[in-house]
Every structure is written in structure tokens, then in C-alpha cells.
């Protein structure tokens, strides 16, 4: 059965830095998502990730995937204040279409 | 485009009482999936719905069950409901599910507060 650990699980940055949200798997995922939870809101799909080798950036965040490793990361480049979220990695496998969730980094960048 | 709806947003059961709530897919989705959101155990997969069939399951107790109408719009039961039961219900949506690296969008969510 599928595992998912996170690291860390908080995490306060100053604006400006630079930062890596750590995602490991215990057996082979075919699919690896990255998503961002406010508080008291749903969640946002950010990325999803298939091959290895595979990443995606977006904006300030960008994801990447070695499944040899069973490793994904989140790097967070100049981080500002709206980053400030709950960012959560899930894998699932083709054809048990069920995600199985890390337990989240909470992410505050301060001003 | 509409997002994935879910309805109600806020509900608040007493014990025992039963519970259905509500989930609209994105237009085009077949496939819709529910989660349990609590801050102990965090985001559990529920059940996942496609074409009316359930495909998969998760280790939630008989209590918990769906069921996905011919327009791809799907409901939760909750029988029998207990404090533990408390908890964030998310469903998601997506078109197929099979394969490829597509999206799975997310509704904000139903919050059941069981006293």
C-alpha cells in the first residue's frame, strides 16, 4: 500500500528565500500531484507529475519527480507573502483511481 | 466553466442522525471521488465513481456510502453518524481518471460538524 511522507511538516520563511517542500513514497506511484490549501478553503491543483525525470514549473513554484528515488520536490524560488498556504503531495497509480495524501508542509513566509 | 459544486457547505448532525450531501462535477467530468478531511488523519479517499459505477473504495466503514446519477452528479450517505464523523467532505472531479497526468479539481468542500 501506497505511503506518503512529507518533510517538514511546518515551515516559516522570510520573503526573498528559497526553500524545498520533500515528498517520499513508499512503492511505485504512477502519478504524483502537488496541491495548495488555504485555510478554510478546498484544495488547488498545482501540478501533476508522470515520468522521471519530469518537471513542471509554475510562476515561483516548481515540482519535480525521480521515481527511482521515490522522491518529489516542491522548490519555492523567492518566496513571497502569498505563497503562505498548506501545500500538500499525493500519488496514486493508474487504474486505483485513489490519492493517497501526505500530511502537508504548512508554508508562512513572512514579510 | 463551473467548478466542482458541492452542497451543503455547512451542516451540523446530532448523533445517530443520517447525512447526504451533494457534489456537481465540472461539466464533461465522469469521474467523481470523495474525501474526508480531518486534522487527525488528514485527506482519506472515500470512494471514486465513473459512468455510474463505484471503481475503488477506501477503509471507511459501510456507514459511508455514494452513489453517482447518470448526469455524473454524485451523493455521500453517512448513516448513523458519530463525533468522528466530523470532518471536511471534498470532492473532485475529473474526465476520465485513466492514465495521462490530467487534473483532479477539487470542490470547497461540505463541513459536517456531528455533536
Known amino acids: 500500500e501506497l505511503k506518503v511522507e512529507q518533510n517538514p511538516l511546518f515551515l516559516s520563511m522570510q520573503e526573498g528565500k528559497n526553500y524545498t517542500i520533500y515528498c517520499n513514497y513508499s512503492?511505485?506511484?504512477?502519478?504524483l500531484y502537488w496541491y495548495r490549501q488555504d485555510p478554510g478553503k478546498s484544495l488547488e491543483s498545482l501540478f501533476v507529475?508522470?515520468?522521471?525525470?519530469a518537471v513542471k514549473q509554475e510562476g515561483r513554484l516548481m515540482a519535480s519527480l525521480d521515481t527511482k528515488a521515490r522522491l518529489s520536490t516542491l522548490h519555492i524560488t523567492a518566496a513571497v507573502h502569498d505563497l503562505s498556504a498548506t501545500y500538500f503531495c499525493?500519488?496514486?497509480?493508474?487504474?486505483?483511481?485513489?490519492?493517497?495524501f501526505g500530511t502537508g508542509t504548512r508554508l508562512t513566509i513572512i514579510p | 466553466k463551473a467548478g466542482v459544486t458541492q452542497t451543503p457547505r455547512y451542516l451540523i448532525k446530532t448523533r445517530g442522525q443520517q447525512v447526504t450531501l451533494s457534489c456537481s462535477p465540472i461539466?464533461?467530468?465522469?469521474?467523481v471521488s470523495w474525501y474526508q478531511q480531518t486534522p487527525g488523519q488528514g485527506l482519506q479517499f472515500l470512494f471514486e465513481?465513473?459512468?455510474?459505477?463505484?471503481?475503488n473504495k477506501g477503509n471507511f466503514p459501510g456507514r459511508f456510502s455514494g452513489r453517482q446519477f447518470s448526469n455524473s452528479r454524485s451523493e455521500m450517505n453517512v448513516s448513523t453518524l458519530e463525533l468522528g464523523d466530523s470532518a471536511l467532505y471534498l470532492c473532485?472531479?475529473?474526465?476520465?481518471?485513466?492514465?495521462?497526468?490530467?487534473?483532479?479539481?477539487f470542490g470547497s468542500g461540505t463541513q459536517l460538524s456531528v455533536l
Open positions: 473532485a472531479s475529473s474526465i476520465w481518471r485513466v492514465g495521462g497526468d490530467e487534473k483532479l479539481f
Open positions: 512503492t511505485t506511484s504512477d502519478r
Open positions: 507529475l508522470l515520468s522521471n525525470g
Open positions: 499525493a500519488g496514486d497509480s493508474f487504474g486505483n483511481e485513489k490519492l493517497t
Open positions: 461539466s464533461g467530468h465522469r469521474s
Open positions: 465513481y465513473f459512468s455510474e459505477t463505484q471503481r
